[in-house]
């Protein structure tokens, strides 16, 4: 039987379709799992660790001093440089004397002379006494001769009295440090007119802030005041402080750790109606005079005893949804989800709650793990919220 042309076409294109298949499947390379993906892993870091409150609040001077004059007259010299630390009784300020010198040798000649007008006084009085045993002076005489002894008499009192006044006016025209401390910049030059007295409209000259110690104040709510109270219950009682002798930790704003220690020294009196807080008021040293009134703190007061508590850095919790967890590895190194409660921050290292003391966890490289895959660790140590890799494989 006759081959149709159609027939010899389609015999060789299935030969070369099959040869083509052929050749295709021996050169196609093999697919190959991806290896695991490296990871850093450690241990919870054991450490004791105490429960704390922490607010938010401003730092004030011990003493706040505002330097005005007593005395009025132009200012003729400043003794300081703006900023510069001042001990008490040093020299700030000198206000023109002469007006005030003049003042005291008039007040000690007004002195004299009512002191010659008192001996004249005196001597008269008593010649009037030995007349009057002669009949020579009349009683009316005599009584207006003890009259005038006694009234120059007051007039030496009073003039007397106008000299210390005269000389304590002329001591004020020298301005001295009334406290220790750092003072500020001087608000009037030299050769303006100052005006002082006691009472409003004086001239405020400059201002002085002590150093050492200072003083930290912040709110505390009512229910913290109240378990503030019940913990110093047992405590030496204290007028000041309610008998709340805390420990008390501080951190500036550009400060990682509670540096800072001090102690609570006063508790107001009243709970604020509108906010519902009580102003409290701790004290520090500050001998390097860096704390400064009106910056701003955190402090931080221990609530509790101290307990042994397992810390892990912040790099390795996870958040699913509101829940938070760490991975914990098993002995095949599968990573798996642990959900854990967060504490607060201690050293760098946050508290946790749900962790066992030998889990091992991912401190590092959590974007790279799916829950019930398997990684590949890398051992490494959680100091201080950063991580110190121990092995010599490179984490990317």
């Given amino acids: 039987m006759p081959i149709s042309p159609l027939a010899r076409l389609v015999v060789p294109l299935a030969a070369i379709s099959a040869l083509l298949a052929g050749c295709g499947q021996s050169q196609a390379p093999a697919q190959s799992a991806p290896p ?6 450690a241990k919870p870091t054991k450490k004791m660790v105490t429960d704390h409150d922490e607010y938010v ?11 005005r004059a007593r005395v009025s007259g132009y200012l003729d010299k400043i003794l300081f440089k703006d900023g510069q630390l001042v001990k008490e009784g040093d020299p700030l300020f000198v206000i023109d004397r002469r007006p005030f010198e003049a003042t005291v040798e008039q ?11 008192l001996a004249f006084a005196e001597s008269d009085l008593k010649r009037g006494e030995s007349l009057r045993t002669g009949t020579t002076i009349t009683q009316q005489a005599l009584d207006q001769r003890l009259q005038a002894s006694r009234v120059t008499a007051a007039s030496v009192t009073a003039q007397e ?9 002329l001591s004020f025209t020298e301005l001295k440090a009334p406290i220790s401390g750092r003072i500020g910049d001087r608000r009037v030059s030299v050769g303006n007119l100052v005006t002082g007295g006691a009472g409003g409209g004086t001239t405020l000259l400059a201002t002085i ?14 229910a913290s005041y109240l378990r503030y109270l019940r913990m110093a219950s047992g405590a030496e009682s204290n007028a000041a402080n309610r008998g709340m002798s805390l420990p008390v930790k501080l951190k500036l704003i550009d400060e990682d750790s509670y540096a800072h220690e001090g102690k609570i020294d006063f508790v107001d009196n009243a709970i604020d109606r509108s906010s519902g807080t009580i102003r409290g008021r ?15 703190g955190r402090v931080q007061i221990s609530t509790s005893a101290p307990a042994e508590a397992l810390l892990v850095p912040d790099t390795a919790i996870g958040t699913e949804q509101v829940r938070k967890f760490v991975y914990v590895l098993n002995a095949d190194n599968v990573a798996t989800p642990k959900y854990v409660t967060l504490g607060p921050l201690v050293d760098g290292l946050r508290v946790v709650q749900g962790l066992k003391p030998d889990d091992t966890i991912v401190i590092d490289g959590l ?13 490494a140590e959680a100091e201080t919220g950063t991580v110190r890799d121990t092995s010599s494989i490179r984490t990317n």
């Fill in 36 to 41: 695991p993906p490296q990871v850093s892993v």
């Fill in 57 to 67: 609040g401003r730092f004030i001077a011990f003493d706040y001093v505002e330097v």
């Fill in 107 to 117: 007040s000690k000649a007004a002195v004299e002379q009512a002191k010659a007008n």
């Fill in 161 to 169: 009295a106008a000299l210390k006044q005269a000389e304590l006016d």
């Fill in 209 to 222: 802030a002590s150093i050492d110690p200072i003083r930290f104040e912040f709110t505390m709510d009512e």
């Fill in 282 to 296: 701790a004290e520090f040293r500050n001998a390097d005079g860096r704390l400064t009134p009106g910056m701003f």
């Fill in 367 to 379: 974007m790279r793990v799916r829950p019930g895959a398997k990684v590949a660790p890398q051992q």
